[in-house]
């Protein structure tokens, strides 16, 4: 497939007029082929008018048409080929396996959604029927459903290039609630993105949809994601990547005439609390599988574990040095980008500057000049408590271990800690009680706690929550993964006293689209 380097908009290609981009090998910091021309805010204006217009018809599709385009990216993704994974490796430095299965993945949750348009569960029907001689005063016919919000900005992240980017997991929970979408191409991996949304594009176009239902824009990071952010034809936002960037949008979305929301997911460390018992087995695994979570990807994982507490005394010690033993024979991969690397050294400097610090690990630097070394340090609780350095998020292979006492000390701990997407506790039957009385703190502070586990891997599903309170994302009620995450893009209507002629199709008592229902209060299930 020829790279055409100009932004999708409307089914058209359209050459920008406010500069040029490349993308990088950050490998060998070759500057990638071809350029990509770059639009302008008023040239943004197109893809914007263009998706409200697509609005009313898309958002109106029947179940099984727009499942259909659904499954149809998918298998458009797929049948770009090993052309998307070279490209991919190129602008990453990510190896062919991981990003076989980033696209299994991306592919996957598009055929989930598809599943999920299909059943109609989605569309929170509830209809509560008249009763007209009910004293003192009759209740009229109320009927409710969720409808999209309008058209979505979804912004592409720099570590997921295919399942949090142009067709990931923001893109495809948009489009099966019904948004059409405009995506901001991360200008870090251009020539992926140009690949995925020319398999959109081709989606749109062969079922016949408007056009307007998706484009995809190349342009200077912070103006066009500011314009789009304030556009009046956009009705949400979502957003993978930085606190800064994240907060940013948050606050233009907020001063417009009309806020819209902003679904940003930010930062976190994503603690790890390793109980007594958990170190009575085998200590050596337990440190190497912690290793292993920290340095996969690189660290450029937004659940890579950041923080692991460990019991003070002689099994603690016993843990630093597996964990030492353990990092010391690994080597640094290379990251994402050469700023990403460099964002990464600041941080470990500067945890590795803070008072009370100590290195307890470092591995050897990479082949690469972006390849820098994976280290872990080591602090005790009254020194993490007390500096706010030791909180801060290091987007990369680096993490902190701190001492602790009793389950006391976990408590105060956790009740510092921001917002995060994710807390991992090793506990044995043994430390069950005390585990209990930490439960309810860490309730407050993440979106998905797990036993016995490590946090890096992310199952698409229903159950599964990827959010958690400010800063890990900008609104705690919600997950930018699994089926839940269409929510994001509804909103409830009610309608009193309608006509059966005037219902729309999921509020009519024939039930067309044949979607699970509540019956005043009572599940009507789907046929």
């Known amino acids: 497939m020829t790279l055409q380097g100009h932004s999708l908009i409307a089914g058209g290609t359209v050459?920008?007029?406010?500069?040029?981009?490349?993308?990088?090998?950050?490998?060998?910091?070759?500057?990638?082929?071809?350029a990509y021309t770059l639009v302008t805010e008023e040239q943004l204006k197109a893809a914007t008018a263009a998706a409200a217009d697509a609005f009313d018809s898309f958002s109106t599709l029947d179940p099984e048409q727009h499942a259909r385009f659904l499954d149809a990216i998918a298998e458009n993704i797929e049948a770009v080929g090993e052309e998307l994974i070279v490209r991919a490796g190129q602008e990453t430095g990510l190896p062919a396996a991981r990003l076989q299965g980033e696209r299994a993945r991306t592919t996957g949750q598009l055929r989930l959604f598809a599943d999920v348009v299909r059943r109609g569960d989605f569309r929170g029907v509830r209809i509560d029927p008249a009763i007209p001689d009910r004293a003192p005063l009759p209740r009229a016919d109320i009927r409710q459903r969720q409808i999209p919000l309008g058209p979505v900005a979804v912004f592409g992240a720099s570590n997921f290039p295919l399942a949090f980017s142009v067709a990931g997991g923001d893109t495809a929970s948009a489009f099966a609630a019904g948004c059409p979408v405009i995506v901001k191409a991360h200008n870090a991996h251009?020539?992926?993105?140009?690949?995925?949304?020319?398999?959109?594009?081709?989606?749109?176009?062969?079922?016949?949809?408007?056009?307007?239902?998706?484009?995809?824009?190349?342009g200077p990071g912070s103006s066009i994601g500011q314009a789009l952010a304030a556009d009046p034809a956009v009705k949400a936002v979502g957003f993978t990547g930085s606190r800064a960037g994240g907060t940013a949008l948050m606050r233009t979305?907020?001063?417009?005439?009309?806020?819209?929301?902003?679904?940003?997911?930010?930062?976190?460390?994503?603690?790890?609390?390793?109980?007594?018992?958990?170190?009575?087995?085998?200590?050596?695994?337990?440190?190497?599988?912690?290793?292993?979570?920290?340095?996969?990807?690189?660290?450029?994982?937004?659940?890579?574990?950041?923080?692991?507490?460990?019991?003070?005394?002689?099994?603690?010690?016993?843990?630093?040095?597996?964990?030492t033993d353990a990092i010391t024979q690994l080597s640094g991969q290379t990251m994402l980008s050469g700023g990403i690397a460099s964002a990464w050294q600041h941080g470990h400097d500067a945890l590795e500057a803070s008072a009370d610090v100590e290195l307890i690990g470092r591995g050897k630097k990479g082949p690469t000049e972006n390849a820098p070394a994976p280290a872990v340090f080591g602090a005790d609780l009254d020194a993490f408590t007390s500096n706010p350095v030791l909180h801060e998020e290091i987007f990369g292979a680096a993490s902190l271990a701190v001492r602790y006492k009793d389950i006391d000390d976990l408590i105060r701990a956790t009740r510092l800690l921001e917002g995060q997407l994710t807390a991992s506790l090793h506990v044995t039957e043994e430390d069950f009680a005390a585990a209990s009385g930490l439960i309810p703190a860490l309730e407050r502070k993440v979106g998905r706690i797990i036993i016995n586990g490590w946090p890096t891997g992310?199952?698409?599903?229903?159950?599964?929550?990827?959010?958690?309170?400010?800063?890990?994302?900008?609104?705690?009620?919600?997950t930018s993964v699994g089926t839940l995450a269409i929510n994001r893009f509804l909103r409830p209507v009610a309608y009193q006293n309608f006509p059966e002629q005037l219902r729309p199709a999921p509020l009519q008592d024939a039930n067309p689209w044949q979607v699970s229902r509540l019956i005043d209060g009572t599940p009507e299930l789907a046929q």
């Open 458 to 478: 992310v199952e698409v599903g229903h159950a599964v929550v990827h959010g958690g309170p400010y800063p890990a994302t900008s609104d705690s009620k919600t």
């Open 15 to 34: 050459i920008g007029t406010s500069g040029t981009a490349h993308g990088f090998n950050p490998a060998t910091n070759e500057q990638l082929e071809p």
């Open 253 to 323: 979305a907020a001063a417009r005439p009309e806020p819209i929301p902003v679904y940003a997911e930010m930062s976190s460390i994503n603690p790890v609390y390793v109980f007594p018992g958990a170190l009575n087995a085998d200590i050596e695994s337990l440190a190497k599988q912690y290793v292993t979570s920290v340095t996969g990807s690189s660290g450029q994982l937004c659940t890579s574990p950041g923080l692991v507490f460990v019991p003070a005394g002689d099994a603690g010690n016993r843990f630093a040095a597996a964990v």
């Open 190 to 218: 251009p020539g992926t993105s140009e690949l995925v949304g020319q398999a959109i594009a081709k989606a749109v176009t062969d079922l016949g949809l408007h056009p307007g239902v998706f484009s995809l824009i190349y």
